[in-house]
């Protein structure tokens, strides 16, 4: 008897370590998939206790979080009206302060990143409903982007934006006139990304190519 009340506390903590776990999450994909898990747990805690309510509440927290959770999954396997490009001015004071806000995160994944000058320099504002997301900066010479900036904010890391933009979303591109993008891999994580993303490698150097 002693060994099922020490378990069934055990599975208490686990499901308390899970919610505590869940909120400390940037990325929203990562936080309801922990508290999905924290909620299922504590509905076998709460069997295991008898208690109705505790049930009650977290079935309906794991209904909710695989509900947004759906909706999630649903915007990676398809071209959604929910992800977005827009062209946005070099010099528009919304860029400026979204670059300097967002600085640390950047150069992180590009340390060496500065807003380029000149006139072919080309900016897209990524956006997840409605709202930004990301922020893309090239230079254009004829057809090629040069790719200086790929950032996307971290709570929308999970959405793969990525992935979208270089494939479904490539039109904002080709409207544009643009048929190839180049870029150069700053670490090996940028370097990954290109992989993911569809970039192939053009040389040792670290420098990639896509075709549109």
């Not at 299922?40 to 206790?49: D, G, M, Q, S």
């Amino acid at each position: 008897m002693m060994l099922a009340v020490d378990t069934t506390e055990l599975i208490g903590y686990v499901a308390s370590a899970l919610v505590v776990l869940a909120l400390t999450m940037h990325s929203i994909v990562r936080l309801r998939i922990l508290s999905l898990c924290g909620s299922i747990t504590f509905f076998v805690y709460a069997v295991l206790i008898e208690s109705i309510p505790i049930m009650i509440t977290n079935a309906c927290i794991a209904a909710i979080n695989l509900w947004y959770l759906r909706g999630e999954f649903l915007v990676r396997m398809s071209d959604r009206a929910d992800l977005g490009a827009s062209q946005i001015r070099p010099d528009s004071p919304f860029l400026r302060d979204f670059i300097e806000y967002h600085s640390d995160d950047i150069h992180r994944f590009q340390p060496s990143f500065s807003m380029p000058p000149g006139d072919d320099v080309m900016s897209l504002l990524l956006t997840r409903d409605g709202l930004p997301a990301g922020l893309l900066v090239g230079r254009r010479t004829d057809d090629t982007l040069r790719i200086d900036l790929d950032y996307v904010m971290r709570e929308h890391r999970d959405s793969r934006l990525g992935r979208w933009l270089y494939g479904a979303g490539a039109r904002v591109f080709r409207d544009a006139g643009l048929t190839r993008l180049r870029a150069d891999a700053s670490t090996e994580e940028h370097d990954r990304y290109l992989q993911r993303v569809g970039f192939t490698r053009t040389d040792d150097a670290g420098d990639f190519e896509l075709r549109l």
